[in-house]
């Protein structure tokens, strides 16, 4: 059980935690959420010791083992297998220890505890952790110093899984995973033998992999029983409650201020007064809840193009000689909302590249519509903003012609207000950082937008912002991406990064969950053994489509033309004797055209139906 009781501490005079209390049972799987900024991960190192309380008392029982990913498996020749190996330090010294120890009576305690912690079976463990989080079985006997840093993390992540501690702290952990490594850490955090502790704002995650949250607001804890969404719907529920007590007592106060002011000077009622006047002192108010700062992406629209925006045909992508994709035939056209799904290295960077134009085709016909522009964000953008100056600065370097006043108002368009326009991006938090390389993906309004795992180091209100602002824009969107959630609500199609070529994958998100968490028996998903109908082509969809728009503007025709005749209807003149031979015309002419949009109404149902059917 870990008990944090009453604790206070300050950063540089800022109070991160005020009488803080919270206790976490033994074997619970807890997700910590709150605000960027407001300490979760600084609560990690007070857990670990790593820093001093200024009073309070974090506990946990005698023996326990805390265990974290504090930073990336440094560059060396070990290979990945035995750097995971060698992350359980309590088997590792055994192991050495079994080698040299002569005394029979400790080589028999040796051994036991070698079969208690089930040491024979180590290797087996650690390389299906190295598996799951995307090293093949050659990659795992390669050395750390083949690897990015990226990669290492990931070996870091292996490595502390693999020592199973009694207490798992994880900070952000899918940050350098992708959508097959996530999947894979929920469903193994949901079966982790002990209490895990993860700082996520993966809202899959949160759902699937923990049972209670832990949420950090106002300097407290608060301890919350279930997902992340039972705990969003409670905690909603309860501001309703407080917003509408609040309110009650502010009326209520208000009422009796207004006696106190009105009689207070008044002989015969100051008696009154005097005790309405105490009764407001004593009053305990319920402090109305504040509304967080709103989270928001403003994304400039793009102007139309005739479809498609992007044709493929025969097309084939690569490095030097080396062919990535092949048979590439894949159209994209201005309303398309696309997520690639795939194992890692199946090219799905390669394909973004080819799309964006930073790869060139090595063999087919791609074609693109003309004035086409196209925005691309990947992670490593983040990385490559100047650190030394400011968003402010970022923009006017874009857009040097541009008044200030005009680009503070673009910043504040994707949440960077007055204060983060003129800080120094060095000093900006990973979201805010994240913030601005979006802003500058998108500055130019592109008819393609690339996105390439926008959510690392969004929290879960700016996630919930970026899938509002992607529904609502009108140019097309490729993602790629490890947050299922913005996945679901944001993709309508879906394509397969598989074998060397790209395919539509004809099923659901929950479908490819299941495949990439099955066991590894095919290279692709199984086709179902049903026969299921086939797909209807892309020229269908889109004449559907068209015939809806065609409705539509028929519905909007009909319904000025039916305000018109009641405007007509309405006028006082048409009743009089003169305009009576007038009024059978007009009535006659309402009624036809009523009939007509009642007829036009099904026929636009009609049309929307057979469209939804073929987009499934």
Not at 199 to 218: F, K, P, Q, T
Not at 238 to 244: C, L, P
């Amino acid at each position: 059980m870990l008990k944090i009781e009453s604790i206070n501490y300050a950063v540089q005079g800022r109070p991160l935690f005020e009488d803080a209390s919270a206790i976490i049972p033994t074997g619970h799987k807890v997700g910590l959420v709150g605000a960027n900024g407001t300490g979760k991960t600084t609560l990690f190192r007070l857990i670990r010791g790593e820093l001093a309380l200024e009073s309070g008392e974090i506990s946990v029982p005698r023996g326990v083992r805390i265990g974290g990913v504090a930073q990336e498996v440094p560059s060396s020749d070990t290979s990945l297998l035995d750097t995971v190996l060698a992350a359980d330090t309590e088997r590792t010294a055994l192991m050495t220890e079994a080698e040299h120890a002569k005394d029979p009576l400790r080589i028999a305690e040796i051994q036991t505890r070698l079969t208690d912690i089930d040491a024979w079976s180590a290797e087996a463990r650690a390389s299906s952790i190295l598996k799951g989080l995307g090293f093949d079985d050659a990659q795992q006997l390669r050395p750390c110093s083949d690897f990015s840093g990226g990669w290492r993390m990931r070996v870091a992540l292996a490595g502390v899984l693999f020592a199973q501690p009694d207490l798992l702290l994880l900070d952000e952990p899918t940050n350098y995973l992708d959508l097959e490594g996530s999947l894979w850490l929920e469903a193994y955090l949901a079966k982790y033998p002990h209490t895990v502790i993860v700082i996520s704002h993966d809202r899959a995650l949160l759902n699937r992999s923990v049972g209670g949250i832990l949420h950090l607001d106002e300097r407290k804890l608060t301890y919350w029983t279930g997902t992340y969404d039972q705990f969003a719907r409670q905690r909603a529920d309860q501001r309703a409650i407080m917003a509408a007590t609040a309110k009650k007592q502010q009326a209520r106060k208000e009422h009796m201020q207004k006696f106190v002011d009105r009689f207070r000077y008044k002989a015969s009622k100051a008696k009154q007064a005097q005790s309405r006047l105490k009764m407001i002192e004593k009053m305990d108010m319920v402090a109305a809840p504040e509304d967080a700062a709103r989270r928001k992406f403003t994304f400039p629209p793009p102007e139309a193009l005739s479809p498609p925006i992007v044709n493929i045909e025969g097309g084939a992508v690569g490095y030097g000689d080396t062919v990535v994709l092949k048979h590439l035939n894949l159209r994209i056209d201005q309303d398309d909302r696309i997520a690639l799904l795939g194992r890692n290295g199946q090219g799905k960077s390669t394909l973004s590249k080819l799309l964006s134009g930073r790869l060139e085709k090595m063999a087919g016909k791609l074609v693109t519509a003309g004035k086409l522009r196209v925005g691309y964000f990947a992670q490593h953008q983040v990385d490559e903003l100047h650190i030394d100056e400011t968003p402010l600065q970022h923009l006017q370097r874009e857009r040097p012609d541009t008044p200030p006043s005009r680009l503070r108002a673009t910043l504040a368009g994707f949440g960077l207000g007055a204060d983060q326009a003129e800080t120094e991006v060095g000093r900006l938090s990973g979201g805010q950082k994240a913030r601005l390389s979006l802003l500058l993906a998108t500055l130019d309004a592109p008819h393609l937008l690339i996105l390439d795992e926008p959510t690392n180091h969004l929290d879960i209100e700016s996630r919930e912002a970026l899938m509002e602002a992607l529904n609502e824009y009108s140019g097309a969107v490729v993602l790629v991406s490890h947050d299922m959630h913005l996945l679901s609500l944001v993709a309508d199609r879906l394509w397969l990064v598989s074998d060397g070529t790209v395919t539509p994958y004809e099923d659901d998100l929950d479908s490819y969950r299941r495949f990439l968490l099955a066991p590894e028996k095919a290279a692709r998903p199984a086709k179902p053994a049903a026969v299921k109908p086939k797909r209807p082509s892309r020229d269908m969809v889109l004449g559907l489509r068209a015939e809806v728009r065609k409705c539509e503007e028929r519905l909007s025709k009909l319904a000025e033309m039916e305000e018109k005749l009641s405007v007509k209807l309405a006028d006082p003149s048409l009743y009089e004797d003169q305009g009576v031979k007038d009024l059978e015309v007009w009535n006659r002419k309402y009624a036809e055209v009523t009939e007509a949009i009642e007829r036009a109404e099904a026929l636009w149902l009609d049309a929307q139906e057979k469209l939804e059917v073929a987009e499934r």
